[in-house]
């Protein structure tokens, strides 16, 4: 009768021990995937700092340019002022707070599109070299801001993956651990531009 106890009571302990184990290691492993994705969205942040540092000498450098067009640079200021505004951290990515990031974001794009464009009829200001300059970085930075939410969306992928899986998913929920949102595509993304000559 005491032996059994005492086996019992062993395979108690030793149930108890490894969930608690597995528990420990659930638990890591959805904070390393957690930290991850904090890595990511300060890197997509930084990229889009970069490019939001380069605007403010591109419209320096075109304001230079005589009888440039003046609202094509206050909506690009705009638009710049209005993406700076919308920051918040990786433990606030919601749905809405994504969204608004993304708006703010593609605005700041559709502005520098349209300046790109207009510039087309300045010779000069096409020819100056602070202006390549410029504009050779913008498409860096445009491609390290792709590069940057694609690694972000990635590590979102990873983490929703390991929160929303049996039986991680009930360990994640009590310990505050929620899926979080990733970039989309822009509206309209899905159809291939018309081009005309």
């Not at 640079?73 to 638009?79: M, P």
């Not at 505004?85 to 433990?91: C, E, I, K, P």
């Not at 993304?102 to 200001?125: C, F, H, K, M």
């Not at 940057?148 to 899986?165: D, G, L």
């Amino acid at each position: 009768m005491k032996g059994t106890r005492n086996v019992t009571l062993l395979v108690i302990v030793g149930l108890l021990l490894i969930l608690g184990v597995w528990g420990c290691n659930g638990y890591n492993g959805v904070v390393k995937q957690d930290e991850n994705v904090k890595k990511a969205w300060n890197n997509v942040n930084t990229e889009y700092q970069k490019r939001s540092d380069l605007v403010g000498n591109l419209v320096n450098t075109v304001k230079g340019a005589a009888n440039f067009e003046q609202e094509t640079l206050t909506r690009l200021v705009e638009a710049r002022a209005k993406a700076t505004s919308v920051n918040f951290t990786a433990d606030q990515l919601t749905p809405e707070n994504i969204a608004k990031f993304q708006q703010a974001q593609t605005q700041i794009s559709g502005a520098l599109s349209r300046l790109l464009a207009v510039v087309e009829n300045y010779p000069d200001l096409k020819a100056n070299q602070n202006f390549l300059q410029l504009q050779g970085q913008l498409e860096g930075i445009e491609n390290d801001v792709r590069n940057s939410r694609k690694t972000f969306n990635e590590a979102i992928n990873t983490y929703n993956t390991k929160v929303r899986s049996f039986p991680m998913n009930i360990l994640a929920g009590m310990f505050g651990f929620k899926a979080k949102e990733g970039f989309k595509a822009d509206e309209g993304a899905e159809k291939a531009p018309k081009v005309q000559f």
